[in-house]
């Protein structure tokens, strides 16, 4: 069984966040993004981390981080407290399937658990990406809400 590590992530691993957000939009969207702006986005995150979170996961005998996630918070009026966002989730290929979503995903959910002002988490998935979608479902998420809208500057 592999030994999975999760932790804040550092500034010493901005290279592998930018890498891995390139790949993201590639693998997902099919988007070749700036490295210039995402590397200068993923500093001003490890910077500052009332803009965000990332948390990376390490695998035990692998050199550098496999995979990470990064969290923003939404203020609820309906529920009075936090929801916390999944973002920017990203695992090296070779990797998946071996748990370290679920690494990732069971240590940021017993942070929320633990914390009154934090009352739940959620995520957007392309609705095109089945598989990620079937992951999300066994471990409980459900999509049935909210549909996702966005007008974003190009």
């Not at 203020?75 to 690494?103: H, M």
């Amino acid at each position: 069984m592999d030994i999975i590590k999760v932790r804040v992530a550092r500034p010493r691993d901005r290279k592998s966040l930018t890498d891995f957000q390139v790949q993201l939009a590639l693998e997902t969207e099919g988007q070749e993004l700036d490295r210039r702006i995402v590397s200068q986005g993923v500093k001003s995150v490890l910077d500052d981390p009332q803009k965000a979170t990332y948390f990376v996961a390490e695998l035990e005998g692998v050199r550098g981080i496999v995979g990470c996630l990064m969290i923003t918070d939404e203020w609820s009026d309906w529920r009075n407290g936090w929801v916390w966002w999944i973002q920017s989730l990203y695992v090296l290929p070779e990797y998946r399937n071996r748990g370290i979503f679920t690494a990732l995903f069971e240590h940021v959910w017993m942070i929320v658990d633990s914390t009154s002002d934090v009352k739940g988490i959620r995520l957007y998935v392309d609705k095109r990406n089945i598989s990620a979608r079937e992951v999300y479902e066994a471990i409980g998420m459900t999509g049935e809400h909210y549909t996702t809208y966005e007008l974003m500057k190009e």
